[in-house]
Structure formats: C-alpha cells, structure tokens
C-alpha cells in the first residue's frame, strides 16, 4: 500500500482503522499488538496520559516493557480521527500518513497525532513510526471556548454594588488571601503559565521586579527585534494580528506583553522582587518573600511556585587579574549597554553568543572600535537559513491554530529531532558557506553543536553558543568588528587587555558578553540547597530523551520551572497548568507515577551549560 495512491476517504479509512487496531489492542492489553504496532525505529511520546510525567519511548522493546505499568494505571479508550490525513516523510521514512486523533482517559480528553509508514510486508498493517499521546483537559475542569463562553447573569449584574473591574481589582490586590500559585517572573514565560492557570480557575499572582510588564524586552539594546518570526511566536490563547510584521520589535513585544495580562486578566504584582523562601513539608506549602513596590516585605503561602526567571538572573562574570588597575568601565552585557558612551572608544566584547554579537553590533554603529574575544566555537547561522528548523511554523500560520501546530512539533520527540537536525544543519551550513568561510578565513572558531545538529538543539538544550546573523558576522568577516580567538584573558593592565597568547590590546571599555549562571544556581539563591538539589540541573535533553526539569513535575514538590523560547513557553505551559490544577485538586493520587515519579536530578546526559562561550 502507498498512501499517496488513496483518495482522502481511504486515507481517512485506513486511519481510522489503525486507531481501532490500537485502542482494540489496548483494551484487551495485548501490549506485544500494541508495542508489534510501533515502527522498529518508532518514537512513542507520552505527555501526561499514561503517567503523570512526560515519557520517550524509542522502539518495540521500549514500548512493551513501558506499557503494562502505565497503562494498568491510567487506561485510554474511545481513540478516533480527528480531521483529515496528510501525507509526510521523515528521515529516510516516506511516505508517512499523518492525523490527528482524540482519546479519553478516566479523568482527561486526550489528543494525539500519529505518523504511520504503511510497511506492505507487514502481515499486522502500517507501523507508528511516531505517535503522540497527550493530556488536553481535565473532565471535571473543561475551559471555556467560543461556545461556552463564561455567561453571566446580567439582571443580577444589575443589582450588584460592584462591577467586573471592582471584582477585578480586589482580585489582584491580595489584601486578605495569598495566591495558590506565586509565579516568579513576568516575562512571556511566566504570564503564559498565569494564563493558563487562570482558565483552569486557579488564583496565581505573578510576581515582577521591573517596574512595568515588558520592562525586560524595553531594557534591552535598542534595535532588538525577535530573531524568529512571529509564526512560531504566538503566544497562547492569543496569536499576534495578522498584519503584524515576519520580526516583532522588542518595544512593540513589550506592550503586547502588558496588554497580554490584561486581556488575560493575570494578576502581576510589578515592581516586586521575589527575595525567596522555603518549603514547609508538613503543611506541603511555601513561605514566598516578597519585597514589594513599596519597599514593604510581604510573605505569602502559596501550594505552588513556577520559576519563570528567564535565564537565571545570575550573570557569569569572569574573574580578571588586574580589573582594578584598568581603570575603565567593565559590565556585564545585562546591564544598560546603549547608556555608554563609546564613539571613538576601544571597546572589548568578551564573548562570542547571541548577545557578544548583538552588543558588538550595537557598539559598531554607534562609533566604537570593536573587538570581540573568543574563547570557544559557536555556531553561526544566517537569518535567512535559520527559518527552516521552524518551517513547520511558517507552513501553519493562519491555516491552522497554533495549539495544533504545537503538537505536531511534540510529537517529534527530542532524540528524533537531534537525528534531524544533522542533515538538516549540514544544508543550512551549505547554504551559509560564503558566510561560514569568511569568518574561518579571519580565524572565527565554528562548530555544528556537539553532536553536529546545529542551532536549534543548542536553543533547545540550553539558549546558548550560537548566533543568528543580523550583521555582526558580516561586521567581523570585514575587520570592522577585529577578532581575538582561542585565547583566554590573561590579565589587566591599565587601558590594555593581554591575553593568554601574550599579545595585547588597548581598551577603554571591557563588556563581559558571558552569558549567565545555570537555571539551577537561580533557585539556589532563591530556595537553597536542599531545594535546587531535589530540582537538579535545569534544560539540557536527559537520557530519558526529555528536557531536565522543565514544565513537567520537578524534585521539590510545589516546584515548576517555565521558560525558554516562545514556543516552548507556550506549548508546555499548557502542560505545568494541567499537572498544578490536578495536584490543587487531589487529582495526581500518589506523587510517585506508575514509572517512579518526578525525575530525578542524575538523570541528566552532560553537564548544564547556560554560560555563551567566548
Ligand atoms: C535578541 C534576542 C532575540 C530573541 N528572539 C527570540 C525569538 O524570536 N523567539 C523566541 O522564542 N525567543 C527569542 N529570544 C529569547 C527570549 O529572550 C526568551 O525567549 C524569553 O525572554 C524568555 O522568556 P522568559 O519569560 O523565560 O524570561 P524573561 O523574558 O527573561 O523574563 C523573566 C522575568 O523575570 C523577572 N525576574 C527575574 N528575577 C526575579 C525575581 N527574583 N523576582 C521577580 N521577578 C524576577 C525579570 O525581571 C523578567 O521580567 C530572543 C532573545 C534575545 C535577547
């Protein structure tokens, strides 16, 4: 059978066909015709339906070891087609029948999306070559959609003392109650994470150190818009107007980021550091310090925290010899950059990531001498190539909603990604060769990721050592920007930087583009030990094949971490909401899963590494 020969009713048929095949299998638990069911090199990717964590399952074996204990315990049934069929192709897989499909559990609705091969060999019919299975909503919590919206009953309305916005300002006050939930950090990560815990009827404040929503994208260098394109950006519940433009600039970002928690009607407290606290195990609830806009100290009880903090908050700076003696400014690229004052100056960009490059970029045009230290390789990628890893974005804008689009990208699991990112980043690397040569030829240090997969790995696994071409490169293959490579800082002397190899530059100004400590330190200082170390390292693609300690279920009980790109933040909020409101609720029976429970911090592959290289 070749599925490009069918018409779409066959297609359709032979669909739903393999879903019978499958739920039948299931309910009889058959788990050798279930796992038999799976393609010998399948992806089975589990968000929250046979357990209350996120599971890869790569292979036959795999899935029949991993089924009689999950499924035992949380049962599917009622699998059906959700809509039409497309054709793909994966790998050196082709052609792939793909859909969608809808299932139940005891307690949730479920969604999936499968790709199947059809294998004519095969006496047992078509083979998952992967297949998603994940929670959508809680049955006794549905949310609200356009035809069942919230409706209220205006001739009580009429007699109430107080309207919407008195109920909603007294809300967001917290004079008598604390939130059930503090989310720490009002960027787009941890509004999302409010958002959704707000549909889910769950009191959750978000707690903000700058002064204004959006302040953390107004504070940034001037020219900064968003390096991908607002296909994949939107943000959930509420996808940007159409009309808005491929790069979002970070002013108009940050507006969208304050009228977001207005719309959405997220509580955030602005203005308001999070100084820290600690679990209370016997009554399984937090003591949050908060030091508000006021300069008052308040401490609120919260169940739940979800550290939406961005990359840490911690800079890593570098220890200098000599820093006392050089006598000219040196910051880290944190801080209010555009505020020096550097045309005609001699400026030292210490570092070769995202921001060394957009720092060294700024400093340029502003009439600065620049010179960008290199400790170690990055990967660099032109702007126009570095769309493809998201064409899938590009393909569904306006077609489809994005929370589709989100989960088709879930289901291709992190270690089947990795696997397409190799050729993948090599083509792009083709493409960039003009680029990529230049920059060898003035002695640029380059690398492909660790294990060759390019870019968007090294964003997924932890934001860090690549570059998006908007310019520098180009700067730095011209000698506008100089380069100093594969040396380290050996010390400072007064206006004058020598390095490791003994040669030496003059500088005024030293900006340490050093990226920031691991995610893990910032709940150090905020939680301690005991707390950071149940957590574990945060980011990075375990053994398991799934992120450390993001969105899903952490160590410490009463912990989330949300965070990362757009896209990340805002499909697997939907996730961290769903597990918050079941444990809330006393859904989530033993916090140990039929599989063992929260990860454990060993689990990790590598070490985490947030730091840019340089
Ligand atoms: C030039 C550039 C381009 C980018 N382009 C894209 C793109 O196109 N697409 C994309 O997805 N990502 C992009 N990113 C990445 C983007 O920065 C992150 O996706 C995003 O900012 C992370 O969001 P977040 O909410 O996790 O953290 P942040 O946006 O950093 O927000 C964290 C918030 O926590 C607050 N906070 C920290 N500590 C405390 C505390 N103790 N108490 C209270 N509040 C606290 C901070 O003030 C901040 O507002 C880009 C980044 C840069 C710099």
């Known amino acids: 059978m070749n599925w490009t020969n069918l018409s779409a009713d066959e297609r359709r048929q032979a669909a739903r066909d ?6 039948g299998a299931l309910a009889r638990r058959d788990y050798r015709r279930v796992a038999g069911m799976m393609h010998g090199d399948g992806y089975w990717r589990d968000l929250l339906t046979f357990g209350w964590e ?24 009622d699998v059906r087609l959700d809509g039409d069929c497309a054709i793909g192709s994966m790998l050196e897989y082709r052609p792939t029948l793909e859909f969608f499909f809808r299932f139940e559990t005891e307690m949730a609705h479920g969604r999936g999306y499968a790709r199947l091969l059809a294998e004519p060999d095969a006496p047992d019919g078509p083979k998952a070559l992967t297949l998603l299975t994940a929670m959508h909503e809680w049955k006794s919590f549905p949310q609200s959609n356009a035809r069942s919206r919230p409706r209220e009953d205006l001739s009580l309305a009429a007699r109430q003392a107080d309207n919407w916005l008195d109920r909603r300002n007294a809300a967001r006050q917290y004079r008598e109650h604390d939130p059930q939930v503090i989310v720490i950090g009002g960027g787009q990560a941890g509004l999302m994470v409010a958002a959704r815990l707000r549909q889910l009827d769950i009191d959750a404040l978000v707690v903000e150190k700058t002064a204004r929503i959006g302040d953390v994208w107004r504070n940034r260098y001037h020219s900064l818009h968003l390096h991908n394109e607002t296909c994949m950006n939107h943000f959930a519940y509420l996808p940007f107007p159409e009309h808005w433009p491929a790069f979002i600039p970070k002013d108009k970002l ?11 009607e997220v509580n955030v407290w602005t203005g308001t550091l999070c100084l820290g606290g600690g679990y209370d195990e016997g009554a399984g609830c937090w003591n949050v310090r908060l030091r508000l806009a006021d300069g008052s100290v308040r401490t609120m009880r919260p169940s739940h925290v979800v550290i939406a903090l961005g990359v840490s908050g911690i800079p890593s700076i570098p220890e200098l010899v000599g820093a006392r003696e050089f006598g000219g400014p040196i910051v880290h690229s944190n801080s209010d950059t555009d505020a020096l004052a550097v045309d005609g100056k001699s400026v030292l960009v210490v570092g070769a990531g995202n921001s060394a490059h957009d720092v060294a970029q700024q400093m340029h045009w502003r009439g600065a001498k620049v010179a960008m230290l290199q400790r170690s390789s990055v990967t660099i ?20 909603p994005i929370e589709d689009t989100d989960l088709i990208a879930a289901s291709v699991p992190y270690p089947l990604l990795a696997r397409l990112h190799r050729p993948l980043s090599k083509r792009m690397a083709e493409e960039d060769k003009d680029l990529l040569d230049g920059l060898r030829k003035v002695g640029f240090l380059l690398d492909n990721g660790e294990d060759d997969t390019g870019y968007f790995l090294k964003l997924l696994r932890y934001q860090a050592g690549y570059y998006l071409n908007i310019g520098a490169s180009d700067l730095i293959v011209e000698g506008k920007i100089k380069l100093k490579a594969g040396v380290d ?7 004058e930087v020598v390095f490791s190899d003994g040669t030496s530059l003059h500088a005024d100004i030293i900006v340490l583009a050093t990226g920031y400590q691991p ?23 375990g053994a398991d094949g799934e992120l450390c300690a993001m969105y899903a279920r952490t160590g410490q009980p009463g912990l989330y971490v949300s965070g990362g790109g757009l896209p990340g933040a805002r499909a697997y909020s939907h996730y961290t909401a769903l597990l918050i409101k079941a444990e809330i609720e006393g859904l989530l029976v033993d916090r140990r899963s039929a599989s063992g429970g929260a990860r454990p911090p060993e689990r990790r592959a590598e070490p985490a590494a947030a730091a840019t290289p340089y």
Request: hydrophobic share 45%.
């Open 18 to 23: 393999w879903l019978a095949a499958l739920s």
């Open 54 to 77: 996120f599971r890869t399952l790569h292979g036959i074996e795999a899935v029949r070891a991993w089924l009689p204990g999950a499924f035992d315990r949380h049962c599917i049934s």
């Open 254 to 264: 940050a507006d969208w980021l304050e009228f977001y928690a207005e719309a959405m």
């Open 381 to 400: 990628v032109s702007l126009e190539s570095s769309v493809r890893p998201y064409q899938l974005y590009r393909d569904n804008d306006g077609v489809r």
């Open 489 to 495: 800082i050996a010390r400072l002397r007064p206006s």
């Open 519 to 541: 995610l893990q330190e910032g709940v150090r200082a905020l939680f301690g030990d005991e707390v950071a170390d149940r957590v574990g390292p945060i980011w990075d693609i």
